[in-house]
């Protein structure tokens, strides 16, 4: 296994780093700490061509830019809330209605887990490298309730595995729904539509959509 970390960027102040895992079989996946982004995946294919098969960036300024959440950690909430409104434990919450076709709130707001510079740890072990990015949001922070400490760690192994977890803890009663938002063309970044990709899904159950992308039923 192989580690880079090189500069990125600077966002308000703070710095963000590119951090690029290789396993031993070349496959090789880039990050940064600015939105927990996964900028690139570059595999090979059966026959050991090797290209990127995510959609990204080559620069932060792009990210800065705007983006559809490329790649990004998408939260607290990830998807859509209806109207921006919940209601816990007997309390009512009003959150920002950011996604202007549907006047729903989605992924956290305008300012969501997806805009903030995360700290960050690199775990190093022979046959597998963990990248533990932080950070802690304010109770409050998007009209959220509860301080929320939360670790993303994005993991390569040389198994040609690619693992995303997840882990919060928070000081009071709280929703969370946390997801990598990376969009996949498995024939290369700049090879044109997925219309022919197929996706098996081993589910028992799916959850459909009204037209305004707000889930239905339970």
Known sequence: MEVTVVPFGQVNGKSADLITITNKNGLQV?????GCIVTSLI????????????LGYESLE???AGHPFFGAIAGRCANRIQDGKFTLDGMAYLLETNEPPTVQHLHGGSKGFDK???????????????????????DGESGYPGTLSVTHTIALDDANQLHFNFCAHTSKPTILNLVNHSYYNLAGHDKGSVEDHELKLFADHYTPVAENMIRQGK
């Open 30 to 34: 880039s990050l940064t700490n600015y």
């Open 43 to 54: 595999v090979p294919d059966r026959n050991g061509n090797k290209d990127d098969v995510v």
């Open 62 to 64: 792009k990210y800065l």
């Open 116 to 138: 903030y510079v995360w700290g960050y740890d690199i775990e190093e072990k022979a046959d597998v490298v963990r990248v533990h990015l932080h950070r802690v949001s304010p």
